[in-house]
């Protein structure tokens, strides 16, 4: 009977040590905090993945910069030295040197998350794709950072000419920097690891960023104002290096792509980030006492006025295809939902 047990045992250890051995680790880094929105949205990425493996995945997540700045990051996704990763979209259009990426976060492109969505989901994730995959990167899904605003430490934003002369912080790609340029400001590129560190010591002036992401890392407790100017929606995207997606065998492959539930997990995800925006606003004026002001349909005419450089620019380094597309599918939704 002891013998029996002793090789019934060898077999389980056995059988364990195989399936521990077969497990692959995966590598996801992101500069989103923990403990927020955006790591729940990851987390059902994730959930999903390991489930549809059968456990041949496992994820160990990286977040808040411990890997670098997006930009380190993403280079780091096409060269296969990181596995996987969430970032948004403006540092992927920098990293790898596609500038199509910055199609999405033109000034004052769109109106509402339903454009965003209807544009992203249905209309820009195979050819974004495709860039992506000759730069050695897989998009698996978009998510989001939201709608951006203007943190500001000595004075509110109103109007275009409050921003002259401020040196902003301005994310590393070419949309924003011609955006500050636009409206007479000075834009400092500064990755989000080294940003905190920058208002604190008054190497910029304030900032633009999404409420949610400012209380998530901190800045908004350099700031006395905030300015509801929702003047970009910023993407996020969930990405897979090749040079890994390609040593997985085919069932592995399938579940990092979650075809099936790719738009579902990603609406999902969104929304975890949308659905706390006005809590967030109400936190930064009660938590942080900072003022918050909302401009009014004038006041985002006469910035909208302001930046129609950032397009002509802008028109210059995104292909004609690409920015027609959106243009135009653009006028589309809008008008068939006027009918």
């Known amino acids: 009977m002891n013998k029996y047990f002793r090789y019934t045992l060898i077999i389980i250890l056995a059988f364990s040590f ?12 992101s500069v989103i905090p923990k403990d927020s929105p955006w790591e729940m ?55 790898l040197d596609i500038p199509e990426f910055q199609v999405f976060e033109l000034p004052f492109l769109f109106n509402n998350n339903e454009e965003v969505d209807f544009i992203l989901d249905r209309i820009m994730f195979e050819p974004m794709a495709e860039l992506l995959k000759k730069k050695g990167v ?26 002259k002369g401020l040196k902003m912080r301005s994310q590393e790609a ?51 104002y905030f300015t509801v100017s929702n003047h970009i929606y910023q993407p996020g995207v969930i990405l897979v290096s090749k040079k890994f997606y390609d040593k997985l065998n085919e ?50 005419n006469e910035f909208k006025k302001s930046i129609q450089s950032v397009y002509k620019v802008m028109t210059g380094k995104i292909s004609e295809d690409i920015m027609s597309q959106v243009i135009n599918e653009l006028k589309k939704y809008r008008m068939n939902k006027l009918k």
């Not at 998009?139 to 409050?162: A, E, Q, Y």
């Not at 007479?184 to 905190?196: M, Y």
């Open 18 to 29: 195989t399936s521990l051995f077969a497990q692959t680790k995966v590598r996801f880094g």
């Open 41 to 95: 949205g990851i987390n059902d990425y994730i959930k999903e993945v390991e489930s549809k493996s059968g456990s041949a995945l496992k994820f160990r997540t990286y977040l808040g910069g411990q890997m670098g700045g997006e930009v380190e990051m993403i280079k780091g996704l096409a060269m296969g030295t990181l596995d996987a990763g969430a970032f948004s979209s403006a540092a992927v259009a920098e990293a």
């Open 138 to 163: 897989i998009l698996i899904m978009w998510g989001t950072n939201g709608w951006r605003g203007f943190g500001t430490v000595d004075k509110p934003v109103k109007k275009p000419s409050d921003l």
């Open 174 to 224: 070419d949309v924003y920097l011609e955006f500050y340029k636009a409206l007479g400001a000075t834009p400092v590129p500064i990755a989000t690891p080294d940003v905190l560190v920058s208002l604190k010591t008054g190497m910029v002036d304030g900032f633009d960023q999404t409420p949610i992401f400012s209380v998530s890392v901190g800045w908004a407790t350099t700031v006395k």
């Open 251 to 300: 069932s592995s492959k399938k579940a990092c792509l979650i075809q099936d539930k790719r738009i579902e997990i990603s609406i999902k995800s969104r929304n975890y980030v949308r659905n706390d925006n006005d809590e967030i606003l109400k936190s930064l004026q009660n938590d942080f006492n900072v003022q918050v002001n909302y401009l009014d349909a004038q006041q985002i």
